[in-house]
């Protein structure tokens, strides 16, 4: 009965990844905008750098006027004068002449080489040239770093640091982005007491809690916490409703089979579907998920070594979705097995693993627990999932090791 | 004369670490504490369970009244009640009865193993049990997660999620963190204008601000921008007394020989002490670190690129001890070489690549830009290192992707 709609890894997945997600925009100052995503395609309506400019301190000077100077045969250049930095030329370059700048200084009309100081000789109003130049050499051209009308970040893009350098030079202080979503975050269970209390015998600290809204948080997310609900359905829909504004809703608790029992009633009482009850992984296998106020909601298992392996492979891929991210790519890293990992066969499994690294290669090796340890997140570095079809791993075997962030 | 006191990037960073970090704590709520750093050990003064709980929905028993139990000769035991979850048990388990009770509740003195619903018959007031048991199955111990007097977290720890959860269960929800430095973040140069202007000829819109200033964000610091100075000493030397009450002073600016020569010339001018002047790399050569009454301060190149290069790899290691922070591992990733990519001997060379993965495999190429280019950071997800000694990389060749965060 409990698991009638256990569905695989994939499946889940799929249904997650099915809701439809429309998030807000608004604007917003670059400075304030790192880590948010793009609302639109950002174009630049400039070219950078806006002019020629000189990658050296050097001599602007045309290329046809030094054809065949060498260190024992230089050629002569006179001095027009000099381009400061940050100053538009006033003159053309004349014939036979050249004009002293340093790097990032514009580059004037008629020049198309820059020969750097190194390869000239001061000789009174006029120099020598010891070397010839190809077309263009020395010169960062106009457009030549980012083109007038070119898309310079896509929509959906989640911004970097240098990203933000990107929009400031192409004048774009104020960016489209979307609005944060908003998650409320509820634990659940008659046996949770919060961290500033001192639990009677019999009853534990709310673990979930804190777990749940600090991977939401460090994902960009806007999240409330809306306390420790009773093991009763009454007590759970009163928290739900309580969080009905929000974007996502994720229930934790229920280790036994009557608590998750009232989480799935609470979820239908308030007239929300159960979309699945139930994946084929290990841990995590009692996980809830539906829609409830045309939102989705979770109902996350009460082991926090479960709780955890959920957030991480479910809800989170969900929140990107809802913030408009697209492109995510997780980080992973190649590594061999330093120990066999044993494994259920028919569920997807996944282990968490400490790294070593050593002679440039990664070991890999298991951190076993039981499931309702947490303990175990703080010496491993992230996970290794082993397939449904796949009878665990060998040692010296190669796995991806995907990394907490 | 420029380059009198280049350095390698090992001389560079040794230079850079033999700083002395002593950052002031605070003490600050858990749920705000995602990502600082710990300014003490973390002990627990309880065991975590703080009393044994069953893993499973069963009956708790003593081990030794079901030896024999099979299937076909099933095993009767007298229920004595229900322990529910989040309860003190009121009464001893006796010989020859079980308790009653669901995943998470507390297993009654006495009682040394728990039988899954599963391989339970009921039978009246009894059931009939079919399956031994070892001693502690389906039991998590007192203490077993965390023992009382365990160092859970240590000091210098950047908090993740999972901590916080732990800091939850052990009943610390206030915690001791390291003060976020503060850094003091100067642009200069005659030809920048800030994003918000429109730059006339010859000049370009600052892009070195937001890039260090988000660096600096993102990797947890406390940042505050003093603006564009000018190319004169006065200029950049008024900019640095803005900054004097900050933990870490970072200006950039300097494409040209001249403007390098203002920032040196500012810094001792106020009394500093110039440390190097000019690191080996490639991007990044002209870099100058200094100490300014006491705090690390560093002249980036004007180039964006250069820039950046240099943040990432002189700039925030040292944010990082300034934090206080222990422990800290770069995000990496092996890959092989898509093309051959040229470098300089005689310098340490960072080259940006992009990343592709197919058939298991990671394909590294690289993202060729001149210095002045901040816009190939957006294609790029990382770079890789050529050591000084090295002529370039080949194709087919494994190298170590370091990964931008």
Redesign the interface.
Known sequence: MEFLKAVSSLEALAMINSFRADPAKETIG??DA??RILAEDILSVED????P?S?V?GFALKVKDIQGAKETTPLFLYVQGE???????RVELEDGKCVYL?????IPEGADGVVMQEFVRAAGDAIEVTKTLHRGENI?FQG???AKGAV??QKGRKL??????????????IVPVYKLPVAGVIST????V???E??????????????????L??NGADCS?FGIGK?TVDSIAGKLHLARECDLIILSGG?????RDYMADAITRLGGEILFHGINIKPGKPTIFGKLWGKPVFGLP?H?NSC?MVMMRFVLPLLRKLKGEEGY?E????GILSTNIPSTSGVEEYVKVATREAD?D?YVSPVFS??????S??GA?GYVIIPEGKDGCEKDERV?VH??E
Chains 1, 2 share one sequence.
Do not use: W, Y
Not at 331 to 334: E, H, L, P
Not at 370 to 375: E, L, T
């Open positions: 670059i400075n790192l880590h950078i750098p806006p002019f400019r990658l301190d381009i400061r930095i940050g100053e538009a030329p340093a790097t990032g200084a514009m960062c030549e770093d980012i310079v970040l970097s640091p240098f990203d933000i350098g990107v929009l400031s030079v192409i004048g774009r202080p269970g008659d046996e949770i919060s961290a500033e001192t639990p009677p015998l019999g009853k534990i600290r709310d673990i979930n809690g804190h777990t749940i809204t600090n991977l948080k460090g916490f093991d280790s036994s089979k009557g608590q009460g926090p955890a790519r980080k992973k890293m190649a440039g990664c039981k499931s309702s340890v947490i303990s997140f703080v570095s991806e990394l907490f």
